[in-house]
């Protein structure tokens, strides 16, 4: 074996590795805490690659369709006010989406919420009444109806109210509160650090990234930034169509509900189907969590409804899930539709909901340079088309 610089350099590499990963392996609970530190110190930077990541998509279909015109990509200053003009146009839809989904939704949770308490409230004050309705309906039950409306006549609610208070005073919860405020109050700083961090990237994107490519280049072999780079491209590419696609796939799903909610005339027509295509953002599983506040909000009005509801929506997320969205999606991505549902399901195990975000157009970068490395094996190994038909 010819011992030269290049080789000694790969075998010390893979020493000082098998070394690190050891003593890795040997001391796991410093490393965790190593990485939850570095973690949370570049939280908001990380959180604002992912929203400029996210925002990118609408604002380069603005800048592409709305500023077309010879002044607004020659001149520098006006490529700037078209940079400024599309950020600010996202800025105004997103937010746009988000308070119409809260003033649509949340007074009629507030609604139903305040209903359920009169209700309960009601509920209360006609128990003994509906005791003594029962005793005369059931006189053989006369002596244990009578006890049971004592028993409830005679419950001391403050008493009640005190063992609660002492429970929630002895316990944990006041802590575990307070650990969950402060969880919160820091998310929210991070957010907003990362929205600004978002909207630097986004002004600056260009430069970032031929910055980023004059580092890699200087740095790295040129073949391997050419691959990284080429990897990044396809990345980019895949994610732009699966929120498009996941966007089309939204609206459609919407608009199933919504005409099927107002020929069967349910109630909350407009407000349900809103829900549900914003949460059908999530793929797959989104729809679900517009579905449990469907039926809350349609309970309330009648409960014969909601359930004719949950058949509904049993009915539309079998067509959406199995012919919309494999279509719609995995057509947008070049993802056949078996793959659209192990990338889902893959990335529901390994990182919920951000998981199943990011899944398919990882799993979509994956199966394209898998196609392609597969292509090029069979050309150079010379088999023909007909043994792979």
């Known amino acids: 074996m010819n011992l030269n610089r290049d080789t000694m350099k790969k075998i010390m590499g893979l020493i000082a590795f098998a070394i690190l990963l050891y003593v890795g392996l040997q001391n796991t609970r410093l490393v965790s805490a190593a990485l939850r530190y570095v973690v949370g110190l570049t939280a908001p930077f990380l ?3 992912c929203i400029a990541f996210v925002l990118n998509v609408p604002m380069r279909f603005f800048e592409r369709n709305l500023f077309t015109g010879k002044k607004a990509t020659q001149n520098k200053r006006m490529r700037q006010m078209k940079r400024i003009g599309s950020l600010l146009l996202t800025l105004v839809v997103v937010i746009g989406v988000i308070v119409v989904v809260l003033f649509m939704v949340v007074p009629e ?6 209903a359920i308490g009169r209700e309960m409230t009601r509920a209360i004050t006609r128990i003994p009444q509906l005791l003594d309705d029962a005793a005369e309906m059931l006189p053989m039950f006369e002596t244990e109806i009578d006890s049971l409306r004592e028993s409830f006549l005679n419950v001391n609610w403050r008493e009640i109210g005190t063992v609660v208070r002492n429970f929630l005073q002895e316990s944990n919860i006041l ?7 402060t969880s919160v109050v820091s998310g ?12 630097y990237i986004l002004l600056q994107k260009e430069n970032l990234g031929r910055q980023f490519r004059r580092l890699f280049y200087a740095l790295l072999p040129e073949k391997h930034v050419d691959w990284f780079l080429r990897v990044c491209s396809l990345t980019s590419a895949s994610f ?10 939204a609206f459609i799903l919407a608009a199933m509900f919504f005409v099927s909610m107002s020929l069967l005339n349910m109630p909350y027509a407009l407000v349900i189907a809103v829900l549900i295509g914003v949460t059908a953002l999530i793929p797959i599983f989104g729809a ?6 469907g039926v809350f909000l349609i309970l309330i009005a009648s409960p014969i409804k909601a359930l004719w509801f949950l ?13 919309i969205y494999p ?15 192990v990338a889902v399901t893959l990335g529901a195990s390994l990182g919920g909901v951000l998981g199943i975000l990011f899944a398919i157009p990882v799993v979509s970068v994956v199966y394209t340079l898998l196609r392609e490395h597969v292509r090029r094996c069979i050309h150079e190994r010379g088999i023909a088309e007909e043994k792979i038909k």
């Open 288 to 293: 679900f969590i517009g579905c449990f506040v």
């Open 47 to 49: 959180i604002g690659g």
């Open 311 to 323: 058949v509904l929506f049993l009915v539309l997320q079998q067509v959406e899930g199995n012919v």
């Open 327 to 341: 279509r719609v999606v995995g057509g947008s991505v070049g993802l056949p539709s078996i793959w659209v549902l």
């Open 109 to 114: 949770l507030y609604n139903s919420f305040a």
């Open 188 to 199: 929210v700083a991070n957010t907003i650090i990362g929205i600004v961090f978002a909207i």
């Open 240 to 249: 732009n169509s699966f929120l498009s696609g996941q966007c089309l796939e």
């Open 175 to 181: 802590s575990s509160t307070f650990s969950i405020a």
